[in-house]
């Protein structure tokens, strides 16, 4: 059975920084791509990134390009997304999210209806 399981949510000044972790767990993810997408109270859930578990490939939304970086532990099946100089508008539940790599573009991997598994979710506050 997948698990995913992320931790590192909090409350942060704006400027700030927090890094999220996703604990993945219950199979071979070397043909995964892993996803972080957000949802604040009222949109639609948004694509943040996505790493590919094999080679380490990253893709970022604009909106968070170059504050966001996402990386893996392939020792531990841990996904990581640091977050530095935090805005208010980057206030949101954030959850990762897993999806098969084959037969996929890199566009597919912005749509959060292409995967299979998700988080439970973690709280990020950022206040002004």
């Known amino acids: 059975q997948v698990q995913l399981v992320e931790s590192g949510g909090g409350l942060v000044q704006a400027g700030g920084s927090l890094r999220l972790s996703c604990a993945a767990s219950g199979r071979t993810f070397s043909t995964y791509a892993m996803g972080w997408f957000r949802q604040a109270p009222g949109k639609e859930r948004e694509f943040v990134g996505a790493?590919?578990?094999?080679?380490?490939?990253?893709y970022y939304a604009y909106s968070v390009k170059g504050r966001f970086t996402i990386s893996r532990d392939n020792a531990v099946n841990t996904v990581y997304l640091q977050m530095n100089n935090l805005k208010p508008d980057d206030t949101a539940v954030y959850y990762c999210a897993a999806r098969s790599t084959l037969r996929t573009v890199v566009a597919d991997l912005a749509l959060a209806r292409g995967y299979d598994y998700w988080g439970q979710g973690t709280q990020v506050t950022v206040s002004s």
């Open positions: 790493i590919r578990w094999s080679g380490g490939s990253t």
